[in-house]
């Protein structure tokens, strides 16, 4: 079975992006951080951070506005998208992103 599915349960890092396209469809943009433990070379714990790009439409991107701020803890369950363009000087740059199926709000 192929499939394109990721979890990720974490932090609003940053206030929320809204905007409506051409078409009047709802986009959100969250900035959001995942922590992970590592030891380092004296055998200590540390959290390192991964940041995601997520991005949700609609109805969800509606509630996501709604119920989460900078902070909020939110677990995201979606695909990942991998994107290309090229920048101002021609070269090629890559873009990942979450594209969130769903979305809940576990502070609340």
Same mark, same amino acid.
Request: charged fraction near 25%; charge should be positive; glycine fraction near 8%.
């Given at each position: 079975?192929?499939?394109?599915?990721?979890?990720?349960?974490? $932090?609003?890092?940053? &206030?929320?992006?809204?905007?409506?396209?051409?078409?009047?469809?709802?986009?959100?943009?969250?900035?959001?951080?995942?922590? $992970?433990?590592?030891?380092? +070379?004296?055998? +200590?714990?540390?959290?390192?951070?991964?940041?995601?790009?997520? =991005?949700?439409? &609609?109805?969800?991107?509606e509630f996501a506005e709604r119920s989460m =701020?900078?902070?909020?803890?939110?677990?995201?369950?979606?695909?990942? +998208? $991998?994107?290309?363009?090229?920048?101002?000087?021609?070269?090629?740059?890559? $873009?990942?992103?979450i594209k969130a199926h769903s979305i809940m709000n576990l &502070?609340?």
């Amino acid at each position: 079975m192929k499939s394109n599915r990721v979890t990720l349960i974490g $932090y609003v890092g940053k &206030d929320l992006s809204a905007l409506k396209t051409g078409k009047g469809s709802k986009r959100i943009s969250i900035r959001m951080a995942t922590h $992970y433990p590592i030891k380092n +070379e004296k055998g +200590e714990t540390v959290w390192l951070t991964t940041w995601h790009d997520v =991005v949700a439409w &609609d109805n969800m991107a509606e509630f996501a506005e709604r119920s989460m =701020v900078k902070g909020s803890r939110i677990i995201v369950d979606g695909s990942i +998208e $991998y994107r290309t363009f090229p920048d101002k000087q021609g070269h090629i740059r890559y $873009y990942t992103q979450i594209k969130a199926h769903s979305i809940m709000n576990l &502070d609340r």
